[in-house]
C-alpha cells in the first residue's frame, strides 16, 4: 500500500487525478476499522491531514460551509445555534475520542445508511461541495446517495465541504441503539422545520439501502400545516395529523432484519421518532412563535 | 504508598513486560479488614501497567492461528505451501506437525485438538498456525493457507442434537459421563430428586410454569487473550501468559509438548480481567509449539475479533419450570429442566451442570424437587466458566417464576420469598445442610429497606435531561412513552470447586531482615486477573506476622498449585493458605525467640505470644523483641498446602451428596426506566444486599459487588453473543455489535454489606465475585415486566421483545 501525504488542496487532487483508486483518509474513524479488518485493502490511501483547509468552516448568510473534515466535537460546540440537527447528530457519534477525529466528510465518503451526519444533512437541506482538477461542482444531498455505501462522487473527485442551510426553525435529531451512549444507529431520524419557505424536511437512517427522506410524509405534512393555517396560528398539530406523517415516515422505510435490530422494529421506530420529533420542533416553533407575537 | 517497580528495560535474552515484585507497606497497619490500596491501581488508570500483550523479547517471532471458516466440516486438504514460501516466515504447523502422541486437551475431558483434526467442529476452531518475524506478515501468511472443507449438517439445539438421525458432534466418547448420558450429544446430565413431588403437587394450590432463554454472554475481558513462549536451553520452553490457573494450564501444555512439567516453565503475565474465559487454554500450547519448532521466542497476541472465537462463552440455555405454592405462599414443589448449550468442546460443562442443576431451586425451602439439567455438544462456539457458572441463567428462570406464583397468589414479590426464604440449617435439593448464616430473608428486606431513586429525575428547569433518560444522548425521548419499574430478585453461589474436587492452594511464606527492617514474602501461583488477591495477601501477611512491609512475588509455577482464579474461591483457598503458611512461619518465628531470648523472660514460656508492630507482643501487651533482634541474619520459609473442607460427589442418579463448600448470597433491587413506545430501558438503580462473612478489604468487596452487577445489567438488556441457526457461525464478532454497558448505562449501585461469618471458613469470610452477578439480571428483568407488563422469558431483552416488532 502506498501513503499519499499531499501538502495541498491542489496536490491532493493531482494525487487523486493520478491515483482514482487511492482512498482517501482523514480522521481514519471509519477508514482504519476497514483495514484494521482486512475489509479493504486499497493501493492508496490518501492522508488529508496536512490540508488546513478541511479543518475550517464559514458562516455565511445563507448557509454554513463546512470543511470536510472539521470534527463532530467542533460541530457540537461551535454550530449548535446554525446547525442545530447536525449538532444532536454529533453528540451521538461513537465516543469523545471518535468525535474528535471523525467529521462529516468521513461520513459523506462512506456513504453507509448508518451514518449519524446523514438524516441531519437531509433534514437541513444540504449540497456536498465536491472537486477534481476537472472543476469543481455542488451536488445536492438529495442526489448524493446512489447505493448501499455508494455515493456521487466521481472516481477522481474529493469531497471538499458541505453547504448547510442555516436553521431557519427548529431541528431535532433522534437515534436509536440498543446502548445508551456510544452506539451504532438502529436507526434515525432527523426533522428540520423550514418556517421562511413554509416547509418540514426529514432524513432518515439505517432503515433503507441509502439515508432517505420521507417525502410523501412531508408533502402530507406541508399540505396539512398550510391548509390549518398552522405556520401563522401556531396551533398544535392535531394527533392525527401527527400519527399520518409518523406511519408515512414509517412506510419510507425499507429495512432489513439484521444483528442489530429487525425490520419490523426499525420501521417501528422511525415511527415512534417521527412523532416525537415532530411535537418537539413544532412545540418550539409554536413557543417562537408566541414570544414573536407577543414582542410585536 | 504502594509501590510497583515497572519492568525494566532488560539485557538482552530476557524479555520484558514481565511482572516484577511488589512490595507493599505503610506506616498503618494494612491488615484485613482495612481498605488498602491496590498495588496495580495507579498503574492500571495511567495505563502503565504491563499486561501480557505488553511482552516483548529480542528476536521474537510472532504467532498466527488459522480459524475455521465454518462451523462443521470434514478437512479434505490443508496447502501450506504459499504461506511457507512467504518471506519472513519461519513455521507453519497443522495436526500432522504435532510433536507428542497427546494432541488433545481440555479442563475435564481431552476433547478438544491442540489443531483440528479431519474435521472442525466450530467457527472458528484452530486449523494451522504460523510463525513469522512480523504480525502482519504471519497474518497474511496464515490467510494463503488453502484449506478445502465438506460442510456437515450443524448440530444447533437440543432438537437437532438429539434427533434419531443425528449427526454425533464427539464420535467414539470414552469420556467418564458417556456411561450415565442418554445420548452422545450430551456431555454430562445430572438429575435431583429429592421427596415427592407428585403428593407434593397435590398440595398446591397454584401451579406456574415457565419457559426461559438465556443467551450467550461473552466474558468481554479487556485484555484478549495474549503471551510469549521462550525456548530455553534445556530443551525445555518458559511461557509468560495471562491466564486463571498456571498449573491447571501447565498440566495440559505439557503432554502436547512432549516434555515433562519441569521443562515447561510458566510466568503470569499482566491479566486484563479474566471472568471465567481464560480458564481454558488459548494460544498457549500454539506459542509453545512454534517457539520449540523455531527455536526463538513467540509472542500471539489476539484482537478483539479473534478474542470472541479464542475462548468459551457462557451456556446459553432453554430453562423449563413449574412451581407449586398453597395459599398460605409456601412453595410445595419445584421441578425443573436446564438445557445447557455446551457447544462443541466439554471444557468445563460437567461443572456447570452440577451447578446449574444443585442450586436450581434457588435460596428456598423446597422439600421436593425434581430436577434435570443437562449440557449439549452442538455445533456452536464452545461454552464454559463464566462468572456465576450454570447459577445464572438458573437464578434467572426461578425468580421469574417466584414472581409469576407471587402474582398468581396475589402477594408482594419480596414477602412470598421471604416466606420460603432457606435459613442456616435449611436442607438443599441435594439433602445437603446449610451449615453457615444464610440471611436471604434479611437482604431481600434490606434492598427493599432502602429509599428509592427520586421519580423523574430527567427534568429540569431547562428541559430534559435526556443523558437520565433511557436512550441517553441519542435524544430519542423528553420523558414520553416513559415508565418506572421496580424488581427484585436474589441469589445463590457455590464458593470453590464443588463436587468432590481436590480444592487446595500452596502458599510459599518468607521472612526475614531487609534494610533492617522484618520484611514478609508471600510467593504463590494466583493468578491476579484484577480481582485484588495481592493486595489481600498482603493484608494478611501483615495481620499474621505484624510486619508493615510485605513482597508479592510473582506468580509462577516455582511454587505448588494456587488453584484457579474462580469460584469466588481465592480470597478463600489461597487466602486461606497465605494464613496457613504465616501461621506456621510465626510459630517458627516464635520458635527462634524461645531459643534466643527465652531464657531472659518467662513470658516467652507462659503467655499467648503475638507478632504486631514488626515486635513480639504477649497477649497482654507487652513487647518482648524487635522482630528484626528474633530474625537476625535467619530466613524463616514456609510452603504448605491448605485444603478447605472436602466436598461429595453428586449421585448419579438422585443428586444427593454434600458436594459444595459454602453459599454466598446476593440480593437486588433494580428501579428502571423504560421507553415503552420505542423499548429502550434506563437501569436507574441497582441496589444490592450481600453477605460477605468477612469484608477483608471492603472497598475491594465493595466493587466486586459493583461489577458482578453491571456484568449482570449487561445481559439483562444488551450483551449477547448471536450465532446464525442455519450455520451455527457468530455473527456480531466486535465490539460494535456485542454491547457492553457503558458508564451511561451503568446505574447508582447502593451496597450494604453484611459480614455474617462463616465459622468454617478463614476470618468467618464468604467468597464474593460471583453472587452479585446472579441476582443482577433477573431484578433487571422483573423491573422492566413491572413496567411494561409483558411476560419477557428471555434475556437479553431487546428493543423489539419489548415493542412487539421481533
Redesign the interface.
Known sequence: MDFLRPASWEEALAAKAEHPAAVPIAGGTDVMVEI???HRRPEYLMDLNRIGDLYEWEVGAESVRLGASVPYSRIMEHLRAELPGLA?AS??VASPQIRNRGGVGGNLGTASPAGDAHPALLAAGAEVEVESVRGARRIPIDDFYTGVKRNALAPDELIRAVHIRKADGPQ?????????????A?CAFGLALHPETRTVRTGIGSAAPTPVRAKAAEEFLNAALEEGGFWDNGKIITPSVAKRFADLCAAACNPIDD????A??R???VG??AR?TL??TWESYRGAHRITEGAA | MPSHKLPAASAQGQPTGVPTRITQGSGTRGGIGESTLRPDGTLKVTGEFAYSSDLWHEDMLWGQILRSTVAHAEIVSIDTSEALATPGVYAVMTYDDLPADVKHYGLEIQDTPVLAHGKVRHHGEPVAIVAADHPETARRAAAKIKVEYRDLPVVTDEASALAPDAVLVHENRDDHHIGHVPHPNIVHRQPIVRGDVAAARRRADVIVEGEYTFGMQDQAFLGPESGLAVPEEDGGVHLYIATQWLHSDLRQIAPVLGLPEDKVRMTLAGVGGAFGGREDLSMQIHACLLALRTGKPVKIVYNRFESFFGHVHRHPAKLFYEHGATRDGKLTHVKCRIVLDGGAYASASPAVVGNASSLGVGPYVVDDVEIEAIALYTNNPPCGAMRGFGAVQACFAYEAQMDKVAKELGLDPVEFRQRNAMEQGTLMPTGQPVDSPAPVAELLRRVKAMPMPPERQWESSEGADVRQLPGGLSNTTHGEGVVRGVGYAVGIKNVGFSEGFDDYSTARVRMEVVGGEPVATVHTAMAEVGQGGVTVHAQIARTELGVAQVTIHPANTQVGSAGSTSASRQTYVTGGAVRNACELVREKVLELGRRRFGPYHPAWATAELLLEGGKVVTDGGEVLADLVDVLGDEAVEVEEEWRHRPTEPFDLRTGQGNGHVQYSFAAHRAVVEVDTELGLVKVVELACAQDVGKALNPLSVVGQIQGGTTQGLGVAVMEEIVVDPKTAKVKNPSFTDYLIPTILDTPTIPVDVLELADEHAPYGLRGVGEAPTLSSTPAVLAAIRDATGLELNRTPVRPEHLTGTV
Open positions: 484494521n479488518f482486512d444532536l453528540h451521538t431535532q435529531f433522534s437515534k436509536v441503539g440498543t446502548r445508551n451512549a456510544m452506539v451504532i438502529v444483528v442489530r435490530g429487525t419490523g422494529y420501521r417501528h421506530a415512534v421518532m416525537r411535537t418537539w
